[in-house]
């Protein structure tokens, strides 16, 4: 059961107050009852003993403490039907979500606070989302993980995160989004549409790169407020293809026109390259030019989403993604 935490704090409260004016009650009633019908003497350890075994359904009194007169039997019906309606039916209604609530936050992630300003919002937290943040990290940029708290994994610890719906304004808040460089959206096409119209009603000028796993809701995304959309089907498909035919230097612009400005290039490092024999953190290629390395061919093999301690040889072959100026300032240094 889900609940937000007001209405959760206000089931509590309320069965408290059920259960004291029961109890309250049932002490004061068979106080009442014993020495105005029954005649006996009483003593207040005797009536919450009472109202406690009545309420729990207990049923086992000592000599003496029952009530044995009509009224007090009739008593004793009305006591045992409240203490079942709040007993085994609020306290299950109260306690079992305030129970699951703890255990959820005592399985969530170790929070590490989120970035101040001019950090990148990852809504999503996929295979795609984890790429992107292992490709941000490498690059040194700050960001902050958006995601539903059931879909982080505990490993996630020492990694700034925002728990909540992606698409919601509370949720971005969090997120910081007012001081944002900008966001990025790696959740199914739908929610991706809802992230970006949110987004845009929060910060009209953020940029925004949205994922398309199909290709015909590009223009939806667009129009929802995406600055950039990206298929990866379109991209994977061109870029396999012209591997395929044999074209190891390709600029597949063409096939990525519609992505709202992002291209990917192939470039073959050559013998006097600057960057032959370094490592890609040593190269620095995202610092310098703003363009992201997604991939390297070495020997025939295509390494997705290199690490930073990938070195770059004579021959390697850089698949890089970037704007047309990111692109050009790369090609330069090479």
């Given amino acids: 059961m889900k609940l937000h935490g007001g209405k959760l704090k206000n089931r509590i409260v309320f069965f408290s107050l059920a259960l004291f004016t029961v109890f309250t009650a049932g002490v004061t009633g068979y106080c009442f009852i014993k020495t105005t019908y029954e005649g006996d003497s009483i003593s207040i350890i005797d009536g919450i003993y009472w109202t406690i075994a009545t309420m729990t359904t207990l049923g086992s009194y000592p000599m003496g403490v029952e009530l044995t007169s009509p009224a007090g039997k009739i008593f004793t019906g009305i006591i045992v039907s409240m203490g079942i309606t709040i007993v085994f039916i609020g306290l299950p209604l109260t306690v079992a979500p305030w129970l699951e609530e703890r255990m959820k936050k005592a399985l969530l992630p170790e929070k590490t606070s989120v970035p101040d300003e001019n950090h990148v919002v990852v809504c999503g937290y996929s295979d795609t989302g984890k790429e992107v943040a292992e490709t941000l990290r490498m690059h040194n940029f700050r960001y902050v993980i958006v995601e539903n708290a059931e879909l982080l994994p505990k490993r996630l610890s020492g990694t700034p995160f925002v728990t909540g719906d992606p698409a919601s304004e509370e949720t971005l808040k969090n997120a910081n989004i007012s001081k944002a460089a900008s966001l990025i959206a790696v ?127 004579e021959g390697t072959i850089l698949v890089v993604m970037g704007t047309k100026e990111q692109l050009s300032k790369l090609r330069g240094m090479i």
């Fill in 187 to 313: 959740k199914d096409d739908a929610t991706n549409a809802f992230i970006c119209l949110t987004a845009k009603k929060m910060r009209p000028e953020i940029m925004i790169v949205a994922s398309a796993d199909d290709m015909s809701n590009i223009r939806i995304l667009l129009k929802a407020g995406a600055t950039k959309v990206v298929s990866s089907k379109s991209v994977a498909g061109g870029l396999l293809g012209q591997r395929a035919a044999g074209r190891y230097d390709v600029d597949i612009a063409g096939r990525v026109a519609m992505l709202g400005g992002l291209e990917i290039h192939q470039h073959t490092i050559p013998e006097k390259s600057s960057f032959a024999g370094k490592s890609l953190k040593e190269a620095e290629i995202g610092e310098k030019t703003g363009a992201a390395i997604v991939g390297m061919w070495k020997n025939g093999e295509l390494t997705v989403n290199p690490g930073p301690d990938e070195e770059i040889w």
